[in-house]
């Protein structure tokens, strides 16, 4: 399957000013673990807007196990997920449907 990228989603995640997981002022637009390899990234949909500090906690901190690091950094994508939606910075396109949204 082709790696999804998009400029307009990596721009809508870099407006997010503040840690999605903390609150500190500054972000990076980090894109998850699971899946890289040999020079790839993830797909762009698969990024948070965290602080540094959490990043590299994240990436590389010793405070946390592996499967925690991975939870908070699907926490931090999810939040970030949200956020940009209730800020409108990226809105599904036109004839895009949910089966649920009738629910």
Same mark, same amino acid.
């Given at each position: ?10 721009a809508?995640?870099? &407006?997010?000013? *503040? $840690?999605?997981?903390? %609150?500190?002022?500054?972000? *990076?637009? +980090?894109?998850?673990?699971?899946g890289? %390899? ?6 762009? $949909? =698969?990024? =948070?807007?965290?602080? &540094?500090?959490? /990043? /590299?906690?994240?990436?590389? !901190?010793? /405070?946390?196990?592996?499967?925690? @690091? @991975? $939870?908070?950094?699907? @926490? ?5 997920v ?5 800020? !409108?910075?990226?809105?599904? +396109? +036109?004839?895009?449907? $949910?089966? /649920?949204?009738?629910?």
């Open positions: 399957m082709k790696t999804y990228r998009s400029k307009k989603w990596l809508a995640v870099g &407006q997010i000013e *503040q $840690c999605v997981l903390c %609150g500190r002022w500054g972000t *990076q637009v +980090a894109h998850m673990n699971e890289k %390899g040999m020079g790839m990234k993830t797909d762009d $949909c =698969a990024t =948070a807007a965290i602080c &540094q500090e959490c /990043h /590299h906690e994240i990436d590389n !901190g010793s /405070h946390l196990s592996r499967e925690e @690091r @991975r $939870c908070l950094m699907n @926490r931090a994508i999810v939040l970030t949200i956020e940009v939606a209730r800020r !409108g910075l990226v809105v599904p +396109a +036109a004839g895009w449907w $949910c089966p /649920h949204e009738n629910l």
